[in-house]
């Protein structure tokens, strides 16, 4: 599976829309980008995933750039129960293995 | 519908003692995964049941086994434990394998003293 890189820590107001990046450049072609979050004292929350078009479901958006070797999770109106650390993983088209995750971006978002 | 539920939420071990960890499924799910991690690190993959096998692991010490039982829950053993294998494990299934898509529990934080 391909590796990802976020940004450790980014900080968002509260109403604001939160745009997390993730880089994945060496994504292959059958390889799908999946965004889960891990909100303090809980398991990773699986929040959307995508191959090459954006999605869109009442957690968040997926941009996917046409080359596919970065993408953007949108939180279009983000709040305080937000925060929380977001990851990106790449998966293969096989699925079924283990997730890889790495340490994501730790979302602040101020009140 | 209760989501996967673990247990216990937190354990205090001293080193070279065994400790077992229980998972109940998501109802409708039949994979088990089994995660751990460690304090300010994502979650490591151990490793994933379905049908009653391991189908799947990471790169994890023979100390580390488990178990899928016919009504799909699972269990995590750890033997001979170490400092280091304090940490948070975390549970998750998924149907059929569920490619990318999982449904974690809370965890149980396990301490090794």
């Known amino acids: 599976d391909a590796k990802t890189t976020q940004p450790p820590s980014m900080d968002c107001a509260e109403g604001r829309a939160a745009n997390l990046p993730c880089n994945h450049s060496?994504?292959?072609?059958?390889?799908?980008v999946y965004w889960y979050r891990q909100i303090h004292s809980q398991g990773p929350q699986y929040i959307i995933h995508g191959l090459k078009n954006n999605e869109t479901n009442e957690m968040a958006s997926l941009i996917i750039t046409e080359d596919r070797k970065s993408s953007t999770l949108i939180l279009p109106h983000a709040t305080l129960r937000d925060t929380a650390v977001y990851y990106c993983i790449v998966i293969g088209g096989g699925g079924a293995d283990g997730l890889t995750f790495g340490k994501g971006t730790h979302l602040i978002i101020q009140p | 519908d209760a989501g996967v539920t673990q247990s216990p939420t937190h354990l205090i071990k001293t080193r070279g003692q065994q400790v077992t960890l229980r998972c109940s499924p998501k109802?409708?799910?039949?994979?088990v995964s089994w995660y751990q991690q460690a304090l300010g690190q994502g979650p490591q993959f151990i490793f994933q049941?379905?049908?009653?096998?391991?189908?799947q692991r990471g790169n994890f010490p023979d100390r580390f086994s488990g178990h899928q039982f016919p009504n799909y829950s699972s269990e995590l053993n750890v033997n001979a434990l170490l400092l280091g294998d304090s940490a948070l494990y975390l549970c998750?299934?998924?149907?059929?394998?569920?490619?990318?898509?999982?449904?974690f529990g809370s965890g149980t934080q396990l301490s090794v003293l």
């Open positions: 998750a299934s998924s149907w059929d394998r569920g490619h990318g898509k999982l449904f």
């Open positions: 060496t994504i292959s072609g059958n390889e799908y």
């Open positions: 049941y379905y049908e009653e096998e391991e189908r």
């Open positions: 109802s409708g799910h039949d994979t």
